[in-house]
């Protein structure tokens, strides 16, 4: 089935890096786009951006450019996250979509487990 | 950039109905939203795209009970039956394409209870 699979918890030190990791399975990986969103602890879903499979290409939102980079790893279908100069603010539940498209239509499905980054000295 | 508006909270007791909001900001009355659950400690799940007819796609598994209506700017997502499995955070988001660029914004969700 379609799945995707995110790489587990992380605590990090301020000023550290992390990267993310996404492996999907069970579809064609370039043929949808992958999104990342991030979930503070107690708020809502932020948007963070996306990845084009095909090209590499990423789009940032507002917000996430600089130290948030989108890549791709297409031949194990793994898409990453990293973030650079970790905050205490970065500390949150980042989760990767897949953004599925049929026709004109798209929605975020499915989700990754989602993957708790923790930033604490 | 279109603002999803939700009630952080709603309750309701097993086996009533709960209709959910996500007001669009005025000039973006028109767009089609997505509709996402996510019960605690899980991801976020797909549950339907809803136009501003009220006319409404479900994802695969999402119950008949699960229905959705517009008026206006108002989005709705309505729960009959209410079951112990529907305590979750509902998120409505709405996909855009602005200059070329293909963007989401999510609402602030609410919290739904089943009391």
């Known amino acids: 089935q379609v799945q995707l699979v995110q790489s587990g918890s992380e605590l990090k030190k301020p000023g550290a890096s992390v990267k993310v990791s996404c492996k999907a399975s069970g579809y064609s990986f370039t043929s949808y786009a992958m999104n990342w969103v991030r979930q503070a602890p107690g708020q809502g879903l932020e948007w963070m951006g996306w990845?084009?499979?095909?090209?590499?290409?990423?789009m940032y939102a507002q917000g996430f450019t600089g130290r948030f980079v989108f890549s791709l790893d297409i031949s194990a279908s793994t898409a990453y996250l990293e973030i650079s100069s970790l905050e205490a603010e970065d500390s949150a539940v980042y989760y990767c979509?897949?953004?599925?498209?049929?026709?004109?239509?798209?929605?975020?499905?499915?989700w990754g487990q989602g993957t708790l980054v923790t930033v604490s000295s | 950039l279109p603002v999803l508006t939700q009630p952080p909270s709603a309750s309701a007791l097993p086996g009533a109905s709960i209709k959910l909001t996500c007001t669009l900001s005025?000039?973006?009355?028109?767009?089609?939203i997505e509709w996402y659950q996510q019960r605690p400690g899980r991801s976020p799940q797909y549950i339907m795209k809803?136009?501003?007819?009220?006319?409404?796609s479900k994802g695969d598994g999402i119950p008949d009970r699960f229905m959705g209506s517009s008026s206006g700017a108002d989005r709705y997502l309505t729960l009959s039956n209410l079951q112990p499995d529907d305590e979750a955070e509902y998120h409505c988001a709405e996909s855009h394409t602005i200059d070329g660029q293909v963007g989401y914004v999510f609402g602030s969700g609410t919290k739904v209870t089943v009391l």
């Open positions: 809803l136009k501003s007819d009220g006319s409404h």
């Open positions: 005025r000039e973006h009355s028109t767009y089609t």
């Open positions: 979509t897949r953004k599925y498209c049929a026709g004109d239509s798209c929605e975020l499905d499915p």
């Open positions: 990845i084009n499979t095909n090209t590499g290409n990423p």
